[in-house]
């Protein structure tokens, strides 16, 4: 609720004696509360994300409704001597929430204990921060009150002469530009100011300009006797930025009170940047204190009008959304979509307590700003489809009776992606256009490290694929990395057939996702002893079960066909690329059952040879090459969109499935450091069942457990059961769960 200002400044004045001689640990108690307050006006409306510049305590606050582009980098007031990040988060947060821009604020180091230039330091570490991560000076403000304000100043004198780029523009509420106290509004103002005082204002220049003395609970300031040195050290232009050179500032917006002492600190800093030829406004409300756009006050409605006018003007790219083509291996999803079936998978992790769901949207919230490729709704071109990022996250979704339930598209065009919790569960289910389970997996890694700061205040530390959620997303991770890689010549996509399991589908669309828990050492072991890769080992037991099936339900030998897997492969560790789009291709091992029966180890050579042959980098390249090669045709590309469709959905159904019996896909193993890892016990990894066939399988290795997960939308679990029973019969004990309907159990 929003006061009225005379109400303020009769409260002002009352407790003016007190604020004006109390001790500094009061005040510094005091400041910090009044934060806390002024962040309560807008609850809800931001995310806070605290983190530290260096030793510099910081926090990044994002509104909800992120309109503009860019970051403010706000220092708060206090004399240089009161006010921690609790303190700097309170305007922060309404500056935030009025201007819909992110905005960086940071608890400087105070006087006297660090005093000039410790301030100026931390205020340069912080704008050198925003620069390091990607935020050009064009996308920078500077805002500042008292202190602050004056700190806004000194910091751009502090940039010109190391040189670097100017910030688009400064904006102060009653900034402390002369600390020699120097304006003739000291005198003239000093009966009607009901908030400060020139001897505070002497106090806190001292304390910021010679540092101090502690007596008992007492603080006291250095002082320079000598009138004349004292007005010559705080006319230095780092300490009193009005004494400095002004040219080339960038351009300012001032609000100060027509009733404060340090009127003329305000309008002799506007006078004196025209007269250097800088832009700068100067806003004087009559009858207003020290300050005061700080306070929720009705009257202060215009004063945001005001910068939210020279947010629109200084940072003139209002937050555009993304928009990018899809990658190359994405072309053919929105396509093949059918009413019954959408290419969708999901990564899951399992929490080891129930998902705070209002945390869960708060971190999505965050998390989301990050990924600009995975955040994305799908949209309809003349000639291609297109991605076009969300404005914002989308609400937490519950979970349906099974996993990956179909994504209409009109869903798809309102965003791509969902998140689903449930009990200890946290989900997120892809649209394959927009990533593959690398990219994927980082999504989900790095949302689940904001839940957990966000929940428990730990901080997971980055890599291992968490984002820093405060750093702008590079371009790299945004390249259709195909394009780059494509080789010189294309390989020839002539295969045979595969053997496909059929049977009656669920009437309802239900899918069955039964998971086999494995031990991970043992079957590293297992794998070691046959000279092969996890991925071969278990691809071959995969194969070997279809292998029995075929045999099961084909009694002519010369009617069999071939029994083959559809491996992904991460070309990430081919090719040097920090996509978080698609970039995956594929190998196709397998057997031909007509040759006669396997044996297991014989199967595992098979496929360990086949992949090393498929999986080089100038076969991938030659893969990359005739995808690409398409695309580019000149008749492709002219073609409109709905003949595009039908023809790319004639080649899907041709050839899209049927080369295989189904995929495995292996993301390997997940090793998270301790700050995950006690809070996060189990994750999975879920593909969608395929198209026209019913199964699909896949495969993460966490905590010591493989999950492997076998999803099907037919009615009756027939894979399952041979796959167990190659898996006993090889000694391999399995923990088996199901999602399955009571007819089967």
Same mark, same amino acid.
């Given at each position: ?471 702008? @997303?590079?371009?790299? =991770?945004? #390249?259709? &990395? ?6 010189? +010549? %294309?390989?020839?996509?002539?295969? !045979? ?95 031909? @059952?007509?040759?006669? =029966?396997? #044996?297991? &180890? ?6 360990? +040879? %086949?992949?090393?042959?498929?999986? !080089? ?129």
């Amino acid at each position: 609720m929003k006061q009225k200002a005379h109400f303020i400044r009769s409260q002002l004045a009352l407790w003016k004696p007190f604020l004006s001689s109390c001790s500094l640990s009061t005040a510094r108690r005091g400041q910090d509360k009044i934060g806390e307050l002024m962040a309560g006006t807008h609850k809800g409306d931001v995310v806070y994300r605290d983190f530290r510049i260096g030793s510099l305590p910081a926090s990044m606050i994002l509104p909800s409704d992120e309109l503009n582009a860019g970051v403010i980098l706000y220092l708060h007031g206090g004399g240089y001597t009161c006010g921690g990040l609790a303190y700097a988060k309170g305007f922060g947060t309404v500056m935030a929430a009025e201007c819909g821009m992110r905005v960086l604020c940071v608890a400087y180091r105070l006087a006297p204990e660090h005093p000039f230039p410790a301030a100026q330091n931390d205020a340069l570490d912080a704008y050198g921060y925003l620069l390091a991560n990607g935020y050009d000076p064009s996308q920078i403000l500077l805002c500042g009150e008292s202190a602050g304000g004056g700190l806004v100043y000194s910091l751009c004198l502090r940039i010109k002469e190391k040189g670097w780029a100017l910030p688009a523009g400064m904006i102060t509420v009653s900034p402390w530009t002369d600390l020699t106290g120097s304006g003739v509004s000291y005198e003239n103002n000093k009966k009607v100011d009901p908030s400060m005082t020139r001897e505070r204002l002497r106090y806190f220049a001292d304390c910021y300009v010679y540092g101090g003395r502690t007596e008992g609970r007492s603080i006291y300031p250095n002082r320079n006797e000598n009138e004349e040195e004292d007005r010559r050290r705080k006319s230095e232009a780092g300490i009193s930025p009005l004494f400095g050179d002004l040219s080339r500032m960038p351009p300012s917006l001032t609000f100060v009170g027509g009733d404060e002492i340090m009127l003329d600190d305000a309008r002799a800093m506007h006078e004196r940047l025209l007269a250097a030829g800088c832009e700068s406004q100067l806003s004087i409300r009559e009858g207003m204190w020290h300050g005061y756009l700080l306070y929720n006050l009705a009257e202060n409605e215009k004063d945001f009008d005001l910068i939210r006018r020279f947010v629109r003007a200084h940072v003139p790219h209002q937050r555009k959304l993304r928009w990018m083509t899809l990658d190359n291996a994405a072309k053919i999803f929105p396509a093949a979509r059918t009413r019954h079936w959408s290419n969708v998978f999901r990564l899951s992790a399992t929490l080891n307590e129930e998902v705070d769901l209002s945390v869960l949207q708060s971190a999505l919230d965050v998390t989301v700003r990050r990924f600009p490729s995975i955040a994305v709704r799908v949209r309809r071109g003349l000639f291609w489809y297109y991605l076009e990022q969300i404005p914002k996250a989308p609400v937490i979704a519950q979970e349906q009776p099974f996993p990956l339930a179909r994504m209409p598209f009109d869903d798809i065009r309102r965003c791509a992606f969902r998140v689903v919790a449930y009990e200890r569960r946290v989900a997120v289910e892809f649209f394959h256009a927009l990533t593959d389970g690398n990219g994927g997996l980082v999504f989900l890694k790095t949302l689940v490290a904001e839940y957990i700061y966000q929940k428990y205040g730990e901080k997971v530390p980055l890599g291992n694929g968490v984002l820093d959620r405060l750093e702008e @997303p590079s371009e790299a =991770e945004m #390249e259709d &990395s195909f394009l780059r890689y494509a080789g010189p +010549h %294309q390989a020839s996509r002539a295969d !045979t057939d595969s053997f496909r399991i059929t049977g009656p589908r669920e009437p309802d669309g239900f899918k069955t996702n039964t998971t086999f828990i494995l031990d991970a050492e043992d079957i590293l072991a297992r794998a070691k002893t046959e000279g092969v890769t996890v991925t071969a080992y278990l691809a071959s037991a995969l194969l070997l079960a279809a292998d029995r099936l075929q045999r099961e339900r084909v009694k002519n030998p010369r009617q069999r066909k071939h029994v083959k897997v559809h491996v992904p492969v991460n070309l990430r560790k081919i090719f040097p690329s920090r996509t978080l789009r698609n970039f995956i291709l594929y190998a196709v091992p397998g057997i031909d @059952p007509r040759l006669g =029966e396997y #044996e297991f &180890s014989e199967v595992c050579h098979i496929v360990q +040879h %086949q992949m090393k042959l498929q999986i !080089t980098e100038k076969n991938m390249a030659a893969m990359i090459a005739t995808n690409v090669g398409s695309e580019r045709m000149l008749a492709v590309r002219v073609v409109p969109l709905f003949l595009k469709n039908i023809i790319m959905k004639s080649i899907f159904n041709a050839v899209g499935e049927r080369k295989s019996c189904f995929s495995f896909s292996n993301l390997g193993a997940v090793n998270m450091p301790p700050e995950f890892c006690r809070h996060v016990e189990r994750l999975d990894f879920v593909l969608g069942a395929q198209a026209s066939a019913p199964y699909n399988t896949s495969l993460i290795t966490y905590g010591g457990k493989m999950y492997l997960n076998i999803i099907r939308n037919m009615a009756e679990p027939v894979f399952e059961r041979v796959l167990y029973d190659v898996l006993r019969e090889l000694g391999i004990r399995a923990v088996i769960e199901s999602n399955a309907r009571e007819k089967e159990n």
